[in-house]
């Protein structure tokens, strides 16, 4: 196989993860997750209680939170999955409300799925990395009681899904889009019931980007034939161009930020020795190695 064949495989294979919801927590559509090890659970179970504890302890009542899943590293992205933390949630406390591919109905559903299940699902082993923001008190209430009223959660939920939606336009939503449309309709005084054309032109007044996915005509053409990946959506100036704009949580957290520069931001890391928590906007690296000022714990047994 030649390099631009491989760099063809690849980019379909990650595009079909990207943004993709999980089924029943897998981190794979309609394919079998990674098994963790014992120490491997062991230490993702610890950074479960860590990130419990800091939204317990934060005294808010609501998270955007978003978790490394596959290894995006070739497009400079490490996070591909987003959803909702809610400490009122009707599951469990601080459950998070998401998008996620029903492979058995071939359809997009809302899943409220507690902090364990959402963690243990990310496979970027052995590391794994999660982000949480915390909008500041003029905001969260808003966001909260958007993500928790049933009929507008799901009067934005489209009825079919695509890994790689085009973030303006109604034709299909991948998890992250859906996210980007909770926000809007939870800031933007848009009335109790907005639709998803009125959420994506509030979106757009308001500056947000989504993530610029460029392609090599080749690569951009297999998405045709790649299911859960779709061309149709996309604008034809986009098409000429080989590029695919899509929500992913980075351009999610850059818009949070843009709209209520106060909110706080919290990321932690794990790899086979230690778990680090930094509070800022700094990024950890992809290796999980603390710099100054963050906080670190040893794994018990690790030297």
């Not at 631009?4 to 927590?25: D, F, M, N, S, Y």
């Not at 990130?51 to 497009?75: C, H, K, M, P, Y």
């Amino acid at each position: 196989m030649n390099a631009a064949r491989r760099a063809a495989v690849a980019l379909a294979a990650l595009l079909t993860l990207i943004a993709a919801g999980a089924h029943a927590g897998m981190p794979r559509l309609c394919e079998q997750g990674v098994e963790l090890s014992a120490r491997q659970k062991d230490h993702r179970l610890q950074l479960v209680a860590q990130v419990r504890q800091e939204l317990q302890r934060s005294g808010q009542a609501v998270a955007l939170v978003a978790r490394s899943g596959v290894d995006l590293g070739r497009f400079d992205l490490r996070y591909s999955h987003a959803g909702i933390a809610l400490r009122d949630s009707p599951n469990t406390p601080w459950s998070v409300r998401q998008l996620y591919y029903a492979c058995d109905e071939q359809r997009p559903r809302l899943f409220d799925q507690g902090l364990a299940g959402f963690l243990l699902a990310a496979d970027d082993l052995p590391t794994a990395h999660v982000t949480l923001l915390l909008p500041p008190p003029e905001a969260a209430p808003a966001l909260a009681a958007a993500a928790l009223d049933g009929a507008l959660a799901l009067g934005l939920l489209a009825a079919d899904y695509s890994a790689n939606a085009f973030a303006f336009s109604t034709r299909y939503q991948n998890c992250n889009q859906w996210v980007a449309e909770l926000l809007a309709a939870a800031w933007g005084g848009l009335g109790p019931q907005p639709t998803r054309g009125q959420a994506q032109a509030w979106l757009q007044m308001e500056g947000y980007e989504p993530h610029r996915f460029a392609a090599a005509p080749l690569l951009y053409q297999l998405a045709r034939l790649v299911p859960l990946l779709h061309h149709d959506d996309h604008p034809g100036n986009d098409q000429a161009a080989a590029v695919f704009r899509v929500s992913m949580p980075d351009s999610l957290q850059a818009f949070v930020a843009q709209q209520w520069p106060q909110t706080q931001r919290i990321e932690l890391c794990h790899d086979e020795r230690h778990l680090v928590v930094r509070r800022g906007w700094q990024p950890l690296g992809p290796l999980c190695e603390p710099a100054p000022g963050d906080e670190v714990q040893a794994f018990d047994g690790d030297d």
